[in-house]
């Protein structure tokens, strides 16, 4: 008689345990993140070459840079930092000679983007 009384009680006690846990962690509603945008800036490099800076914004706030510099045989190198970047000698050049506007990454496609995931800003 004993262990049938101790399968019904762990499966009573079961059944509670996880009726419990289900409802504690139901997902709460919260307000999504703000959307990130990516816009870019081109500055020239002597000679025949070129930094494009990929800025990745969130409420108007930079949170990652990617400087992309490419010679004239199209050899490109990425660097990643964290918030606002600019390079000395781009600085000095002045104004970007080419500009895009900011335009939001979706949701789903923010996972592709390296300067996000190295900084864990997703």
């Known amino acids: 008689m004993k262990p049938k009384f101790l399968v019904?009680?762990?499966f009573a006690i079961?059944?509670?345990?996880?009726?419990?846990?289900?409802?504690?962690?139901a997902p709460e509603k919260r307000k999504p993140a703000p959307p990130i945008t990516v816009r870019t800036e081109s500055y020239p490099r002597p000679p025949?070459?070129?930094?494009t800076y990929y800025i990745y914004e969130q409420s108007g706030q930079t949170i990652c840079t990617k400087?992309?510099?490419c010679n004239k045989f199209g050899d490109c190198?990425?660097?990643?930092?964290k918030g606002t970047y600019r390079a000395?000698?781009?600085?000095?050049?002045?104004?970007a000679y080419n500009q895009s506007p900011?335009?939001?990454?979706?949701?789903?496609?923010?996972n592709k983007h390296v300067?996000?995931?190295?900084?864990?800003?997703m």
């Open 88 to 95: 000395q000698e781009d600085k000095d050049t002045g104004d």
């Open 115 to 121: 300067c996000l995931r190295r900084f864990k800003l």
């Open 77 to 81: 190198s990425a660097q990643y930092f």
């Open 67 to 69: 400087l992309e510099v």
């Open 14 to 25: 079961t059944v509670v345990a996880v009726t419990t846990a289900a409802t504690s962690s």
């Open 8 to 10: 019904i009680a762990l």
């Open 48 to 51: 025949y070459s070129g930094a």
């Open 102 to 110: 900011a335009i939001e990454i979706p949701r789903a496609k923010l």
